[in-house]
């Protein structure tokens, strides 16, 4: 430790190297991700959790949307890896007390409050949670259920020991009274003698990913919440549906355990309510997550009848893939009203009653037997404590004050924040934020990289050639999500009779810590050559299990999974005993398969150390800067013949900054970079290779070699020259787009001044058949326009058609500024357009008002049409050059919707901005952010590791006909000039198999996926 | 009304001296401080009581503690297990219907149609006894219970409070 | 209602502009058109309108209907909606300052005649000899006919009385032996309280009419006979 | 709870699915919760340009009521062309296998995005419902009585 | 013997042996005369002497190209597999070829099975070859004792009997469908072309099965293999098999059981017909050398008249466009696969 008085003139030479650690405050899945994506890119990381636990607010979801991913099955796998990843030091029960410093050398006072069980000897059997007499309100379960005095936080806790819970544990109140749990632990782990602890650490940067808390709705007397019992908030709804919740994912009801058949979801419960509330801003995921609850209630109910009714104000499914969930869900006969109810009033049974008025002003009744409370997102209070200890500015909701042009930046230099303490956001948003955080974090400490870092050693491997196959398999529970549906004892019975199994065990959830490391030990003690695990789908978790088999010692490729939830027990709910046959038909099938594999050399490929990026717009330039900041060379390509693209024609974010100074100086700072090569009014002809070296020619004939690409090409405005959506456009002078009014704003046009009527209408293209999307950005776009007329002429009268306004997150302040200036909201539906009809020239607009039912004509001298943002044409192009997959809607389509929000499937590849979805130019800066640091986690390494299940010649079979070479998109085939006979490159070869398919011969075939081990999975799937 | 006197001192920016309270949070503090004595005991029968959270004094005038006090002070009266309460309630209740002049500017009618939710919420209490504790609630409350024909008593507080004194040595 | 179409060549909003220039934090433009007010309103429906509409018709400046409607007497300020009103818009105050727009004579005769009464005196116009009269009158019954209330005390005018208490009109006019059960309680409680002869009403309908000077002149005649008397606690019975 | 009728055949389906799209998309019917019969069995392939016409008539050999081929749309391949390759291979052998007699609906090809769970739980459907119409196959397989007890 | 084949035989020969001669081939192969009536046998002539026994009739029905290979592989130097070939140019092989044995040699130049450079192509277009088992079914159950052929007929002759046939009504089947007779690469002509024939119905046969229905197309291919006795000569015969382990004799993976099970044989019969898409010629060896009458030509047909209509191509006709399944092209038909069921229509 450094004091300060030491510093003097060696201080100096001290802060040239600045610590090649970093301090993340918050183990839920934004300080999760950031700590992985810094421990991964070459920085040491102190992960400092509040709790007993890490996973945060996402581990006590049931599933999360758009994909209706179980949150626990795609988070455990990043909590598994973050609990046992060598470079993160994770400290949970521990709190931080103070920061002094600056950035790149912070020290960092920490109290680690005592967990009274020592976690080196604890083996989580849960012996002593059994016998604890003391039971209490469970904190994880909301106080819906109860837990012991000493505790796991939850099921799949990482790390997985127990703690006690000092408030409530007999003994440590009362010495000598209680201690059953000493006396029952197997281990001796107690340790009553537990003392908190308060340490110093010494980091670079610090990132703030401290999440939120729901929103207390006690104060609401209205809502009936403490009272009536039917009455729960929509996080105590998610542990009603989850299957290690309080029942058990049996969905009941509060007051008699009866599953309700009638639920209503109330939105906007603290939020967007100024009176009560005290929360003016919009909690931007309540919409969709009232949805998917209502959803996913639908699957639960096990009477089949189950109704589901949504009252709201607006309808904000502005994210990726939302409103297409919006629309089924409505298909799929979940009632949406456009109402707000006063009180809820209970009716017998125990049920409750909704008054609510219609649009049109008519008042109906209906009765529920549960109503969960969509309830908005704050900070704690302990947070905010800590966040004024820190130094570290928090806006009036309390939530961290950022700027649009440093989205993940804190006042403080060197703190960066991510998740939902910067806004309410969801979980993609906050895991771009989080690698956007890491960048920032990483940045500034990019000269010590890998200088407090430690290196994974994995034992070695056993040979397993000579020996018969000795198979291991796990058939995995999934809580119910496997179980409830399919026999998993009678499968694991049946896995047991196979041949070459000589192992078999049924998990409640084998992907949590404490089975994966169970596993590891069952594998040496079985002295097991091959596993199959029976769970999930190997797309999230074979990785994982692989992992295991090395700990092991054994070749992680002698491994298969059945699929049997995906695959089998989530899509035949009504067929449980089909549904079990079918899963030992699948486990059969594994058997067969993992008895055929064979150990495989573990590939790596050495990194060009230099990026393409693609796109020489906001998100690209902010994307080149972030890598050549931290020193990697970069070349941007811009098809155009200067850089700025879309935010060109950008007048301001709506948080009022002007765009262009911003846009000037990130030009000047692109074009002056020493690491960056701009290529200009280029485009990207031709890619070969694969992640680490990629080879790429320009229009211009320029060859880039470089390791990674990001691809930031951008959107197009859409313009509705003809069809439904025109409104004039292009026909009247007076209407304009959205982009077209900024440009009259950015040169200053006096005209606008004199206007005395503009009509603003929304969703022009977006959310219609032929573009069934939200275009995210127009509705707070059109709002700011629209004040900033009102800035121009405070006489002009204002009018905004809109169809729900959707200012997600703090941008509901602008909408009720707007509302407060005197502008004029008024709704239209799809089924009653405005209609725009010119008379002598002048624009004519009429639009029914649905609260009073009547038509209104407007006059505007000025009209604006919010167009859709639309997916460029020649995105398919580029997508099929890196490998990269689309949207149905032309935007391309990342890894995964949740957790993988800003890199592709194909390894190496990473996207931001406009190309990804519409977003406001604050969301592109961090997803830029977020893209250049997962992008660092390549670059920061001399060799990344290549495919193993390659391709392989049986020479002896060979022809050389070299059908195989011709089929193979990657030339990863050739003939060899001397034998003659197809030789594979494994550097190049991806696995793909298209030449084992081509070749006649049966001369060539995939490592472990070869014409037998099919054969004996698709026989083995006959037998009965 | 309280209110019209709560804020008219208030927004007229009247100067005044004394301290302006309600009689139902003097009839608490009397009982609490022992000054009153009351007992419940006269309620052999069981008569369940419910009562009205009047606007002016409650949601606009003293909040949630004087509609406690209320509460209070019926329970005192009628015995604890005896009040029924009605939802919504305390600062969220219903107006009567008899409000803001309504008993005084005609639209017989439409005050009916207004009072229509206040009798409901007040039947479904199955009190016997309803205790208004304003005159233009007492008033419209026992015109609506006439008028669609409810089964209890309304009345106001006093009555009842009356009925349970218990007279030191009077007698 | 029928179906005519609102032009809005330029919204006027008169209304609307004259209720925001009186009530600052009157916030009508907040209106987020949620219906929460609508859903939780007794009145809704009367009149054809709803707290919901009836704002939305001041924004979209439809002066005259709103002058016109009878709804403002429907609603009866309760402010149940504000309570709840993710806004906190308080149409209560806007009907109030609505009903006070209206001229004298086109506002509802009994209502403006209780309040014109209490600016006088009281709302139902007994004259203030009167209610002293009833008050003794009734006293001294309860004291021949109740032998243990011989010592019952109904005060007027007792200068330093701790408490005063007003009294509601209606019982001195129609039913005085309503007045009975309070003095009692105050008896027992042994409460030293006082009426007053004058400015005793404890119901105020100039609240209602919606004339603030109305209003204020007679809360201060309150205000001035509670201080006059002395009285440290003032005991509203409403 | 169980719909299906105990006397109803449900016929055995060998689905080669590739793993980027396909796959995927079976993924996330379940995800989803799209139901379909239980009659199909998932053989995970890295690409459908991985399928042979051998490995198709193996299935059918083995004793499948039918087969199912499914990989990207085209365009979409993982790895660029697999998918664009083998659309030749089975328009071949589809055509070939219904010249010489064996059923129109024993061998089925699809092309199913990972972000289609729905489109997938319908071709199960549908390849369900035309291999139980067509009833069990038994033109490739051999007769159990010709071996030997 | 007619004048034509005489005269074709003769110039093969003068080739042959002045290639020999010259020193330009190491060996030319063609066909010489049999030792029953109507059977030609594949000759290597190795010197101008052994060039004189070079023959040629219309009952050279094996396609020389099956031979290439192995007889180009002769006269290299033997190496180990990962020994770099010699230096300098390697011995040459002169080779008689009709259209369709030329077209499989492109083919195999394709595949990588034939050095083109290797090879010295004496072209013959040819007149359709004549199926022996017609001009046996012309003359019944009686023996042929010699077989004489003039320009448009043959004259049969028995112990007891002497029939003149129209040839044209006994040449085989894919002669008769044959729409390129010339041969397509060739270094040496003999005789003149006759250029590209239009067949309107040279699909005919297949026509014919597929208008039947699927029970009875699968009656008509049980009842056509059914005699099968697994001998091979059909792959033994076909240049295009040239596996050095066929899949009927693998048993890593096995694909096809060995047995003449009639499941066994049917999976024998779809994959061989299935490895020669897009790549079979037509050449006819594999019926002409069936023991059983087995027509399995009707199989590859089907094929080459699928890869006919759905790609347009026809193997062989250049060495540059590449064998129909090793490429693809962005808008192949696709009408077979299921791409979207009617959307938003749940149950």
């Known amino acids: ?1024 | ?171 | ?238 | ?149 | 013997m007619s004048s034509v084949n005489e005269k074709i035989a003769g110039k093969i020969r003068s080739i042959a042996s002045s290639l020999l001669e010259s020193g330009e081939v190491a060996a030319f192969l063609g066909y010489t005369t049999g030792s029953l009536p109507g059977m030609m046998q594949p000759y290597v002539a190795r010197d101008a002497k052994e060039a004189e026994n070079l023959s040629w009739s219309s009952f050279c029905v094996i396609n020389l190209a099956n031979y290439l290979p192995a007889l180009l592989k002769s006269f290299e130097p033997p190496r180990r597999p990962n020994e770099p070939p010699p230096e300098g140019p390697l011995p040459k092989v002169g080779v008689v070829a009709t259209g369709c044995w030329s077209r499989n040699m492109v083919v195999q130049i394709q595949e990588n099975q034939i050095d083109r450079n290797r090879v010295v192509i004496v072209g013959i277009s040819s007149r359709g070859m004549v199926d022996r088992r017609k001009v046996q079914r012309f003359v019944g159950n009686r023996e042929i004792l010699s077989m004489e052929e003039q320009a448009n007929f043959l004259v049969v002759k028995g112990k007891d009997f002497e029939e003149k046939i129209n040839r044209w009504d006994v040449v085989r089947d894919n002669c008769k469908t044959c729409t390129h007779p010339d041969p397509v690469i060739y270094d040496e002509l003999v005789g003149g072309l006759s250029g590209k024939r239009d067949i309107p119905d040279r699909f005919r046969q297949v026509d014919e099965i597929e208008a039947l229905d699927i029970e009875e197309r699968w009656k008509w291919f049980q009842e056509e293999i059914s005699s099968c006795i697994r001998c091979y000569a059909c792959r033994n015969v076909c240049p295009l098999c040239y596996c050095p382990t066929c899949f009927v004799d693998d048993s890593r993976p096995q694909w096809v059981g060995k047995s003449i099970d009639r499941v066994d044989t049917a999976l024998f019969h779809i994959l061989r017909a299935y490895h020669c898409a897009g790549r079979c010629t037509d050449c006819g060896s594999c019926e002409s050398v069936c023991p059983m009458g087995i027509r399995m030509r009707l199989f590859t047909k089907k094929l080459q008249k699928d890869v006919l209509e759905l790609y347009g191509f026809e193997p062989g006709l250049d060495v540059e466009t590449p064998l129909p399944l090793s490429t693809y092209k962005v808008d192949d038909p696709e009408d077979f696969i299921i791409t979207n069921i009617k959307k938003g229509d749940k149950k």
Request: net charge neutral; hydrophobic share 35%; charged share 25%.
């Open chain 1, 1 to 1024: 430790m450094i004091r300060p008085e030491d510093k003097g003139l060696k201080g100096k030479e001290q802060m040239s190297r600045p610590k090649g650690s970093v301090l993340v405050v918050g183990g839920g899945i934004a300080g999760v991700q950031a700590a992985l994506d810094l421990a991964d890119s070459g920085f040491y990381v102190h992960l400092v959790e509040r709790s007993s636990a890490i996973g945060g607010s996402m581990s006590q979801l049931d599933k999360t949307f758009p994909t209706n991913d179980c949150s626990a099955c795609i988070l455990s796998p990043k909590l598994v890896e973050a609990g046992r990843h060598l470079n993160i030091n994770l400290m949970t029960l521990s709190q931080v007390l103070g920061v002094e410093g600056e950035p790149g050398n912070f020290r960092v006072r920490v109290r680690k409050n005592p967990r009274y069980v020592d976690p080196e000897k604890c083996i989580a059997c849960g012996t002593c949670a059994q016998k604890c007499p003391k039971k209490v309100p469970s904190e994880f379960d909301l106080g819906l259920g109860t837990r012991k005095a000493i505790y796991l936080r939850y099921p799949q806790a990482v790390p997985l020991k127990y703690a006690i819970d000092a408030d409530a544990c007999i003994y440590i109140k009362k010495p000598g009274r209680c201690g059953f749990c000493q006396k029952v632990c197997p281990t001796g782990a107690i340790n009553f003698e537990d003392r908190p602890e308060e340490i110093t650490l010494e980091v670079g940067s610090v990132i703030l990913a401290l999440g939120f808390r729901p929103f207390d709705p006690s104060g609401l007397d209205f809502t009936g919440y403490g009272t009536l019992k039917n009455v729960v908030t929509s996080m105590e709804f998610e542990r009603l549906l989850s299957p290690s919740g309080p029942c058990m994912g049996h969905m009941e009801r509060p007051s008699d355990k009866k599953e309700p058949e009638k639920i209503a979801w109330l939105q906007c419960v603290g939020s967007r309510d100024v009176n009560r509330a005290c929360h003016g801003y919009c909690s931007s995921v309540c919409c969709m997550y009232a949805i998917k609850q209502a959803v996913i209630a639908r699957e639960h109910s096990e009477s089949g009848r189950l109704s589901s009714s949504i009252f709201f104000m607006d309808m904000r499914t502005h994210g990726k893939g939302f409103e297409a969930y919006y629309e089924r869900a409505k298909r799929e006969g979940i009632d949406f009203h456009r109402a707000r109810v006063h009180t809820i009033l209970p009716a017998p049974n125990e049920n409750l009653r909704l008054r609510y008025s219609g649009e049109d002003g008519e008042i109906k009744e209906e009765e529920f037997d549960l109503v969960v409370l969509s309830v908005g997102l704050e900070t704690d209070p302990e947070v905010m404590k800590l966040c004024h200890s820190l130094d570290v500015e928090l806006d009036h909701d309390n939530f961290v004050s950022t700027s649009p042009f440093t989205p993940v930046a804190t006042s403080r230099p060197g703190i960066f924040v991510c998740g939902t303490l910067a806004e309410p956001k969801d979980i993609p948003q906050s895991v771009m934020e989080a690698s956007a955080a890491a960048c920032g974090a990483g940045s500034i400490l990019h000269e010590s990289r890998w200088t407090e870092t430690r290196k994974k050693e994995f034992p070695p491997e056993k040979n397993v050639y000579a020996e018969p196959p000795r198979i291991g398999v796990f058939v995995c529970s999934c809580g119910i999500n496997i179980a409830s549906v399919v026999d998993v004892e009678e499968v694991t019975q049946y896995a047991r009779t196979l041949p070459g199994v000589v192992f078999a065990q049924n998990n409640l959830f084998t992907c949590s810590q404490d089975t994966i490391n169970q596993m590891v030990e069952t594998i040496k003690k079985e002295g097991l050559n091959r596993v199959v695990v029976a769970s999930c789908t190997p797309r999230t978790h074979e990785a994982l299990f692989q992992e295991t088999l090395r700990e092991a010692g054994i070749n992680k490729f002698l491994f298969e999974m059945a699929n049997i939830r995906d695959q089998d027990s989530w899509v035949h709910q009504k067929w449980p005993d089909a549904a079990t046959r079918k899963a030992k038909d699948l486990v059969r099938m594994a058997v067969a398969k993992v008895r055929g594999d064979e150990p495989l050399p573990y590939n790596h490929v050495s990194v060009t150390k230099r990026a393409l990026v693609i796109g020489g717009g906001v998100a690209g330039m902010v994307s080149a800067l972030s890598l050549a900041d931290q020193g990697f060379p970069v070349c941007l390509v811009e098809r155009k013949d200067s850089l700025g693209g879309h935010a060109r024609k950008f007048y301001r974010t709506w948080q009022g900054r002007p765009m262009q100074d911003y846009l000037e100086e990130l030009v000047r700072r692109v074009e002056t970079h020493p690491e960056i090569d701009v290529q200009l009014g280029a485009t990207i002809e031709h890619v070969e290779g694969s992640v680490g070296q990629f080879r790429t020619r320009l229009s211009n004939g320029f060859e880039v070699e470089h390791g990674v690409a990001i691809v930031a090409v951008g959107a197009e405005s859409f313009k509705p020259r003809s069809g439904p959506w025109n409104y004039l456009y292009g026909k009247n002078p007076n209407v304009h787009t959205l982009l077209e009014l900024d440009q009259r704003f950015i040169r200053d046009d006096e005209a606008l001044k004199g206007l005395s009527q503009a009509v603003f209408i929304h969703c022009v293209g977006s959310r219609v058949p032929e573009r069934p999307y939200c275009s995210r950005v127009c509705c707070t776009h059109a709002i700011d326009q629209a004040l900033k007329l009102k800035e121009l002429n405070p006489e002009m009268d204002i009018f905004m058609l809109y169809r729900d306004i959707r200012t997600y997150g703090k941008r509901e302040y602008i909408y009720q500024e707007a509302r407060e200036k005197g502008i004029v909201f008024i709704r239209y539906d799809l089924d009653n357009l405005p209609r725009v009809n010119e008379q002598d020239g002048n624009i004519v607009v009429d639009v029914i008002d649905p609260i009073i039912d009547r038509e209104v004509r407007l006059h505007p001298d000025l009209l604006v049409l919010a167009s859709a943002v639309r997916p460029r044409d020649d995105v398919g192009e580029l997508s099929k050059l890196f490998k990269c997959t689309m949207t149905e809607e032309g935007f391309l389509l990342e890894a995964h919707m949740k957790l993988r929000p800003v890199d592709f499937a194909t390894d190496g590849v990473y996207l931001a901005g406009l190309c990804h979805y519409p977003k406001p130019v604050e969301e592109t800066i961090s997803q830029a952010q977020a893209a250049a640091s997962r992008a660092s986690l390549v670059l920061s390494r001399d060799a990344v590791p290549a495919e193993s299940v390659t391709a392989v010649v049986n020479v002896m079979k060979c022809t050389g006909c070299a059908v195989c070479t011709q089929v193979c998109a990657y030339h990863a085939v050739t003939i060899d000039k001397n034998s003659g006979k197809a030789v594979v490159d494994t550097g190049l070869c991806k696995g793909c198999g298209a030449c084992v398919a081509g070749c006649r011969s049966d001369a060539i075939t995939i490592k472990n996926l070869g014409n037998e081990q099919i054969m004996a999975a698709v026989e083995a799937a006959m037998e009965e």
């Open chain 4, 1 to 149: 709870m169980e719909k299906a009728k105990k006397n109803q055949w449900e016929p055995k389906i060998i689905a080669f699915l590739c793993n980027w799209c396909s796959y995927a998309g079976a993924d996330l019917a379940g995800v989803s919760r799209y139901q379909y019969p239980p009659s199909i069995r998932i053989v995970r392939v890295p690409c459908s340009g991985r399928v042979s016409a051998n490995m198709i008539l193996d299935a059918l050999r083995s004793g499948a009521d039918g087969v199912l081929v499914s990989g990207c749309h085209p365009g979409d391949c993982h790895y660029i062309s697999g998918n664009l390759y083998a659309r030749r291979r089975f328009a071949l052998l589809e055509r070939f296998l219904e010249f010489i007699g064996i059923e129109p609906g024993r061998v089925n090809f699809s092309w199913v995005s990972a972000s289609e769970g729905e489109q997938f739980a319908k071709v199960a459907q549908e390849v369900t419902e035309r291999v139980r119409r067509l009833g069990p196959a038994r033109k490739l397989v051999k007769e159990i009585d010709s071996c030997p007890a």
């Open chain 3, 1 to 238: 209602m029928e179906k005519e179409i609102v032009d809005l060549s330029s919204i006027r909003a008169r209304v609307k502009r004259q209720i925001e220039k009186a009530v600052p934090d009157a916030h009508i433009d907040y209106c987020l058109t949620c219906g929460l007010c609508a859903s939780g309103c007794p009145a809704s429906g009367i009149e054809g309108l709803d707290p919901r509409k009836f704002l939305r018709l001041l924004v979209l400046g439809q002066d005259q209907e709103i002058l016109e409607t009878n709804w403002i007497y429907s609603c009866t300020m309760c402010q149940r909606c504000r309570y709840a009103c993710p806004m906190g818009i308080d149409v209560g105050r806007i009907v109030y300052e609505i009903r006070g727009m209206r001229p004298r004579e086109k506002r509802p005769k009994n209502l403006q005649r209780s309040c014109d009464l209490q600016k006088q005196s009281n709302s139902t116009g007994i004259p203030n000899e009167d209610f002293v009269w009833v008050v003794n009158d009734v006293l001294e019954e309860v004291r021949q006919n109740e032998p243990q209330w011989k010592d019952l005390q109904a005060p007027i005018d007792k200068k330093g009385a701790l408490y005063y208490l007003n009294q509601n009109a209606k019982e001195p006019t129609v039913e005085p032996e309503e007045m009975v059960p309070l003095w009692k309680i105050l008896h027992v409680a042994g409460i030293d309280w006082t009426y007053s002869s004058k400015w005793w009403d404890g119901a105020n309908y100039c609240l209602f009419t919606g004339d603030p000077e109305d209003w204020e002149y007679t809360v201060r005649k309150q205000a001035e006979v509670v201080d006059e008397l002395g009285c440290r606690y003032y005991i509203n019975t409403e």
């Open chain 2, 1 to 171: 009304m309280f209110y019209a006197t709560l804020e008219g001192l208030r927004r007229f920016n009247i100067p005044h001296k004394f301290e302006f309270i309600s009689v139902i949070s003097l009839y608490a503090q009397l009982i609490r401080e022992g000054r009153l004595k009351v007992d419940s005991s006269w309620n052999r029968e069981g008569l369940k009581f419910t009562c009205q959270d009047p606007c002016k004094l409650v949601r606009q005038g003293l909040g949630d503690v004087v509609a406690d006090d209320l509460r209070f002070v019926i329970k005192a009266v009628a015995g604890e297990e005896n009040f029924v309460d009605s939802w919504p309630r305390l600062s969220n209740n219903y107006c009567c219907g008899g409000g803001g002049g309504a008993l005084q500017a005609g639209f017989v009618e439409n005050r009916r149609r207004y009072g229509r939710v206040k009798f409901d919420q007040l039947a479904s209490t199955g009190a016997d006894v309803v205790i208004t504790p304003c005159h233009n609630c007492h008033t419209q409350i026992l015109d609506i219970c006439d008028f669609y024909g409810g089964k209890w008593k309304t009345t106001h507080l006093w009555n009842w409070l009356e009925k349970a004194l218990v007279l030191d040595d009077k007698a």
